[in-house]
């Protein structure tokens, strides 16, 4: 194996359990997907992390890598696999996270969806209103206009009806002068006849 766990948590050979456990925590926090989302070198350095605790965080193993010149040759197969058994614990938490915060994810996604069909059935049926709304108005305008030619048509009958009382007047004042010219005649023919 490679893999130096103290190069990759970044802490010195002579770190106690409380501060590697602590630079873990705070690499787990940084790496973590809420943190870096879909960025996969991330995600494959938090894989080296979860590997490099595995060795560090277990006294023996750790004794052991410490005492080996190459770990990946002098290992016992008991510490490899105490390492494979601590390594697949931590991927199998930390892949719970990345489950468990993908589920909340997708919960979010799947109420904003939710959401957005609520406002979309509201939308169609405020359009729905909104067109029922025009046609009546459509209705009112041809009935104003309706009535707009009604009435210029009366104020032309009016206008008619003016021209003919003024006419009628006219007459009748002829008429009424016709009247009193033929009295004064009539009052004239019977001085004379009497």
């Known amino acids: 194996m ?13 770190a106690t359990p409380q501060e590697i456990r602590k630079t873990y925590k705070h690499l787990a926090m940084k790496l973590h997907p809420d943190k870096v ?22 006294k023996g193993i750790r004794e052991s890598f410490d005492e080996a010149e190459d770990w990946g040759k002098e290992a016992s197969i008991e510490d490899r696999e105490k390492v ?15 489950r468990h915060y ?3 994810k997708l919960g979010e996604m799947q ?18 209103e909104l067109a029922a709304r025009e046609k009546a ?39 009424m002068k016709a009247y009193n010219v033929a009295v004064d005649i009539e009052k004239s023919q019977k001085a004379i006849d009497g």
């Open 102 to 104: 993908l589920e909340k």
């Open 2 to 14: 490679d893999l130096d766990p103290y190069e990759v948590l970044g802490v010195k050979q002579d």
């Open 84 to 98: 494979w058994v601590e390594y697949s614990k931590q991927v199998e938490e930390y892949y719970g996270q990345v």
């Open 111 to 128: 109420a904003e969806r939710d959401k957005l069909s609520k406002i979309e059935l509201e939308l169609k049926k405020r359009e729905a």
């Open 137 to 175: 108005i459509d209705k009112q305008v041809a009935m104003i206009n309706q009535f707009g030619s009604r009435e210029k048509e009366l104020q032309r009958r009016e206008r008619s009806l003016s021209s003919k009382k003024e006419q009628l007047d006219e007459l009748l004042s002829h008429i």
């Open 37 to 58: 989302g879909d960025n996969l070198k991330a995600l494959d350095q938090m894989k080296l992390v979860n590997e490099a605790y595995a060795i560090l965080k277990n």
